[in-house]
């Protein structure tokens, strides 16, 4: 049984078809006017793992705690999984409710 490529490995091949993002309009409002970081990450997690040939319940997700909803905002996350590295994550919220869009940056696979 071979070993699981890195996130990198595989995203090179995805990176010639098209970058990855997400539109999601999820309910992301955590206490008061905040992201739910925890609901967050799962849905990063639920979503872009299985383009990457990793089971989700293998995966987790880290996402800054106390992000206000406001559209247009942009933060990091990161997401992780056994024996492939971590990948970065570009989240920006599109509206005041808590909807996202979220991209893997291609840069972050490129070889130097």
Known sequence: MGSRKPFTQMR???ATLAPLVLVLAFGLAG???TVDAEDL????VEQ???DYDVDPDDASGECPDDIEIEEGREFECTL???D???LT???T????????EAEVPQEQFEQP
Do not use: K
Not at 41 to 44: A, D, M, N, P, R
Not at 93 to 100: C, P, V
């Open 12 to 14: 090179v091949v995805r």
């Open 31 to 33: 206490c008061g006017n």
């Open 41 to 44: 990450e799962g849905q990063l």
């Open 48 to 50: 872009i793992a299985p």
């Open 80 to 82: 992780s999984a056994p």
């Open 84 to 86: 492939r590295g971590d």
């Open 89 to 91: 994550v570009e989240v």
């Open 93 to 100: 919220l599109t509206d005041d409710e808590g909807g996202f």
